[in-house]
T-cell receptor
């Protein structure tokens, strides 16, 4: 079955700097890769996603890149702000099959 | 956008009692709902997938008789933790979707339920 690895587990950056979180997946048939932000005591919130027919997608300060050959995808947050502090999860799935989550990255943005 | 409502947000119960958690899709019909469990500082673990009108599919290692799932309508799924014990204390999260309608709808999460068994 699918296995998703995520790095780093914790990431601390200064406000205004960029943050990058990386994930790798094992099942080459996976074609949907969402990223979720989870704040303490809340459910995950979708922040951006990408499908396998696209190499990059951007939404304001957030971007995701996908390398199908290497089976890895990354989340890029530019101009980080303290409110970006949260736990971020990557995930992978095939079509609308169940999501397989990464282990999470705790991002701390210091003012 | 798609909204999934989950209740209660937190519950404390005595050991041996049962607790029911509700997950509702407010503005769309959810043919499929997923139930996850999350321990502190860990990732989400899928417990089961429920399809409206049929039995839930449980992941390996999840006790069917312990975690009862009912998905009787297109807008409501319930998870009942039966004979709860302290080790069942966790954060439970549902996700609702209608396959084929797109990922933004397919994977909308509820706000979670913090269960504490004393």
């Amino acid at each position: 079955g699918e296995n998703v690895e995520q790095h780093p587990s914790t990431l601390s950056v200064q406000e205004g700097d960029s943050a990058v979180i990386k994930c790798t997946y094992s099942d080459s048939a996976s074609n949907y890769f969402p990223w979720y932000k989870q704040e303490l005591g809340k459910g995950p919130q979708l922040i951006i996603d990408i499908r396998s027919n696209v190499g990059e997608k951007k939404d304001q300060r957030i971007a995701v890149t996908l390398n199908k050959t290497a089976k890895h995808f990354s989340l890029h947050i530019t101009e980080t702000q303290p409110e970006d502090s949260a736990v971020y999860f990557c995930a992978a799935s095939k079509d609308t099959d169940k999501l397989i989550f990464g282990t999470g990255t705790r991002l701390q943005v210091f003012p | 956008g798609a909204v999934v409502s989950q209740h209660p947000s937190w519950v404390i119960c005595k050991s041996g009692t049962s607790v029911k958690i509700e997950c509702r899709s407010l503005d769309f019909q959810a043919t499929t709902m997923f139930w996850y469990r999350q321990f502190p500082k860990q990732s989400l673990m899928l417990m089961a997938t429920s399809n409206e009108g049929s039995k839930a599919t449980y992941e390996q290692g999840v006790e069917k008789d312990k975690f009862l799932i009912n998905h009787a309508s297109l807008t409501l799924s319930t998870l009942t933790v039966t004979s709860a014990h302290p080790e069942d204390s966790s954060f439970y999260i549902c996700s609702a979707g209608a396959p084929g309608t797109g990922p933004a709808v397919g994977y909308t999460f509820g706000s979670g339920t913090r269960l504490t068994v004393v």
